[in-house]
């Protein structure tokens, strides 16, 4: 098991990442003296593999669980949703010493980590994230939030979890498109962060399509280390953090105009991803090199790299892109990158541009 400290003061917790972790859960709970009630918040695909172990698990360690179970996917994240967690949570009669469990994906961690904000004012929660996008980025640094129609992820709260429990075997059994679009996340910290971490994907990416333990949870240990450094010097986005958002402002505007559900969130912000690096090459002379080396390792890694639009979606496409939450006075900032392991933020980019990139 590796273990990654988020240094946060006194909202300092660990991300535990390893094989064999999910049955300790309740163990694990204990050692954070919580409230006994406890409700485990999971959707209706993971839930049917997963609830099961995370509840004996808890009871055995002496506390009270009880099963929210929501549909999956993307539609989830709305305040409609919301709001029914929390009438459960009330029927159940949770309080301000209970705590919440996180158990699945990045949409399950975003809903439930903003129920537990808002609940009572705030009560704990833990993440046990069970896809690898929400090992390596969602469940880490307190992101928490739900989608309006106008746009992705406008409503919600930096709301820290008190652990970060990664059980690399509920990887297992993740079907290979949820899984490949883990990946989209993985690339991107090489890209922002660390160039020998963007070497390693090049030359291991056969094995970490083959979810080879060992060099999973070696990577995934690393981007949890990655985020964790970026959230201890800015947590709340004022200006590091927003490097963690390469490729997205693209991305979300693709989810968003597309439809929630018809792109997997990695497949839009690879999609992303690859026209930032265009764009970096524009305006901050990114060389042609990397941004081959970039497009490449999505591709390989069976990820989209383009999208093709009509003059409507394209229009739709812009507008989604202006109710991104870092525009700034109308204007669309972006993260750029300067050489693969170094990027920018808050850059202005002319629209002629924007539109060269996503054809």
Same mark, same amino acid.
């Given at each position: 098991?590796?273990?990654?400290?988020?240094?946060?003061?006194?909202?300092?917790?660990?991300?535990?990442?390893?094989?064999?972790?999910?049955?300790?859960?309740?163990?694990?709970?204990?050692?954070?003296?919580?409230?006994?009630?406890?409700?485990?918040?999971?959707?209706?695909?993971?839930?049917?593999?997963?609830?099961?172990?995370?509840?004996?698990?808890?009871?055995?360690?002496?506390?009270?669980?009880?099963?929210?179970?929501?549909?999956?996917?993307?539609? %989830?994240?709305?305040? %409609?949703?919301?709001?029914?967690?929390?009438?459960?949570?009330?029927?159940?009669?949770?309080?301000?010493?209970?705590?919440?469990?996180?158990?699945?994906?990045?949409?399950?961690?975003?809903?439930?980590?903003?129920?537990?904000?808002?609940?009572?004012?705030? =009560?704990?929660?833990?993440?046990?994230?069970?896809?690898?996008?929400?090992?390596?980025? %969602? %469940?880490?640094?307190?992101?928490?939030?739900?989608?309006?129609?106008?746009?992705?992820?406008?409503?919600?709260?930096?709301?820290?979890?008190?652990?970060?429990?990664?059980?690399?075997?509920?990887?297992?059994?993740?079907?290979?498109?949820?899984?490949?679009?883990?990946?989209?996340?993985? =690339?991107?910290?090489?890209?922002?962060?660390?160039?020998?971490?963007?070497?390693?994907?090049?030359?291991?990416?056969?094995?970490?399509?083959?979810?080879?333990?060992?060099?999973?949870?070696?990577?995934?240990?690393?981007?949890?280390?990655?985020?964790?450094?970026?959230?201890?010097?800015?947590?709340?986005?004022?200006?590091?953090?927003?490097?963690?958002?390469?490729?997205?402002?693209?991305?979300?505007?693709?989810?968003?105009?597309?439809?929630?559900?018809?792109?997997?969130?990695?497949?839009?912000?690879?999609?992303?991803?690859?026209?930032?690096?265009?764009?970096?090459?524009?305006?901050?002379?990114?060389?042609?090199?990397?941004?081959?080396? =970039?497009?490449?390792?999505?591709?390989?890694?069976?990820?989209?790299?383009?999208?093709?639009?009509?003059?409507?979606?394209?229009?739709?496409?812009?507008?989604?892109?202006?109710?991104?939450?870092?525009?700034?006075?109308?204007?669309?900032?972006?993260?750029?990158?300067?050489?693969?392991?170094?990027?920018?933020?808050?850059?202005?980019?002319?629209?002629?541009?924007?539109?060269?990139?996503?054809?």
């Amino acid at each position: 098991m590796r273990i990654v400290p988020v240094s946060l003061g006194r909202r300092s917790y660990e991300i535990k990442v390893g094989g064999g972790l999910l049955p300790r859960l309740g163990v694990e709970c204990a050692a954070l003296k919580l409230g006994r009630r406890c409700a485990v918040v999971t959707d209706s695909n993971v839930g049917k593999q997963f609830a099961k172990s995370a509840v004996e698990s808890l009871s055995a360690a002496g506390f009270q669980p009880v099963l929210v179970a929501v549909p999956a996917g993307e539609k %989830s994240k709305c305040l %409609s949703r919301v709001e029914k967690c929390h009438d459960q949570l009330a029927k159940h009669r949770l309080e301000r010493k209970s705590f919440i469990v996180a158990l699945g994906g990045g949409v399950v961690g975003d809903l439930a980590g903003f129920v537990a904000a808002t609940y009572l004012r705030g =009560i704990p929660f833990v993440q046990v994230p069970t896809s690898l996008l929400a090992q390596v980025d %969602s %469940s880490v640094g307190g992101k928490t939030g739900v989608n309006l129609k106008s746009g992705k992820n406008l409503v919600g709260a930096f709301y820290q979890p008190r652990l970060v429990l990664c059980d690399l075997d509920t990887l297992k059994t993740l079907p290979r498109r949820e899984y490949v679009s883990g990946l989209a996340e993985v =690339i991107k910290y090489g890209v922002i962060y660390d160039e020998p971490l963007f070497a390693r994907l090049e030359r291991d990416l056969s094995k970490l399509l083959k979810r080879q333990e060992t060099t999973l949870r070696d990577v995934v240990a690393r981007c949890c280390e990655i985020k964790a450094e970026v959230v201890g010097l800015d947590e709340t986005e004022s200006g590091l953090r927003a490097v963690l958002n390469f490729g997205h402002t693209i991305g979300h505007a693709i989810e968003n105009s597309s439809g929630y559900g018809k792109y997997l969130h990695g497949e839009a912000i690879s999609i992303g991803q690859v026209a930032a690096a265009k764009l970096s090459q524009q305006v901050l002379g990114l060389p042609a090199d990397e941004v081959g080396r =970039i497009e490449k390792l999505f591709i390989r890694a069976g990820l989209p790299v383009s999208i093709k639009l009509d003059a409507a979606r394209r229009k739709k496409l812009f507008a989604a892109m202006l109710l991104d939450k870092k525009v700034s006075a109308g204007e669309i900032k972006f993260v750029l990158a300067q050489k693969i392991g170094q990027v920018v933020w808050g850059q202005k980019v002319p629209t002629e541009l924007i539109q060269l990139a996503v054809p």
